[in-house]
Nanobody
Framework: QVQLVESGGGLVQPGGSLRLSCAAS????????MRWYRQAPGKERELVAS???????NYADSVKGRFTISRDNAKNTVYLQMNSLKPEDTAVYSC?????????WGQGTQVTVSS
């Protein structure tokens, strides 16, 4: 059974940090590209960051220099370290595993940046 379980979301003040985790099971994690998306209320879903199977990374311009994606293939987990958070980073963050035409989604975790 394929599972992607996100954790680490919550309420944080502007300028603060959070680290999201996405724990995977039921598929060959190390051979999949892993992506973090976010969706704010009333907005379209946005690709935030991705990391390839050889660990090449890409980021949305809005998070470059503030967010870092990484993966631990031994733990079947992908992380998103978020620093210098802004109110506009408030969204539900979801991870997605992709390989060719196969893909899996997690259920998402809420991140709220507010004072």
């Amino acid at each position: 059974q394929v599972q992607l379980v996100e954790s680490g979301g919550g309420l944080v003040q502007p300028g603060g940090s959070l680290r999201l985790s996405c724990a995977a099971s039921g598929f060959a994690f190390s051979s999949y590209t892993m992506r973090w998306y976010r969706q704010a209320p009333g907005k379209e879903r946005e690709l935030v960051a991705s990391i390839g199977a050889p660990s090449s990374t890409n980021y949305a311009d809005s998070v470059k220099g503030r967010f870092t994606i990484s993966r631990d293939n031994a733990k079947n987990t992908v992380y998103l370290q978020m620093n210098s958070l802004k109110p506009e980073d408030t969204a539900v963050y979801s991870c997605k595993a992709v390989r060719s035409t196969a893909y899996y989604w997690g259920q998402g975790t809420q991140v709220t940046v507010s004072s």
